[in-house]
């Protein structure tokens, strides 16, 4: 009778663990960093061969971050490379580079997922990332430009 009590009670302390269904932790943007300048409203004096790259709270799918991940000029699309740094990092340039004294928008869609495929929750739409070229004479025009 000792050994059936013993046993039912080694099979109940076995069974206890902890049966609390995994929480999957919220998918967020993180960070937006352009050149040296991280996680502003609005990007300047950015150099024309600088990377966007976003840094998200968990790996990204690369599939969904190309469909949901863009940069508009002027409001039209435009083509860019992306790389997948580190997992939780994409890179984003345009191709051929950021034209001088342009603004650009970026747009960062809900439809980002996770590897897990979790929904982005929080996203960032900052209102434009500006380039500008070195020169003085560039920085002087959008010291007295609003954007």
Not at 38 to 57: D, G, H, K, R, Y
Not at 65 to 92: G, M, T, W
């Amino acid at each position: 009778m000792k050994v059936l009590y013993f046993i039912v009670c080694l099979l109940l302390v076995a069974c206890s663990g902890d049966n609390q269904p995994e929480v999957n932790q919220p998918f967020e943007l993180k960070n937006i960093i352009v050149g040296d300048q991280q996680n502003q409203q609005t990007f300047e004096n950015v150099a024309p061969n600088v990377a966007i790259v976003l840094e998200f709270s968990d790996a990204v799918d690369e599939a969904s971050a190309r469909n949901n991940i863009a940069l508009k000029h002027e409001e039209l699309p435009v083509s860019c490379d992306y790389e997948f740094l580190q997992e939780k990092k994409v890179s984003v340039t345009p191709k051929g580079g950021f034209k001088v004294l342009s603004s650009y928008k970026l747009i960062v869609n809900p439809g980002v997922k996770s590897t897990s495929g979790i929904s982005i929750e929080k996203y960032i739409m900052p209102d434009s990332v500006v380039t500008v070229d070195n020169g003085a004479f560039a920085g002087r025009i959008w010291q007295d430009l609003t954007i």
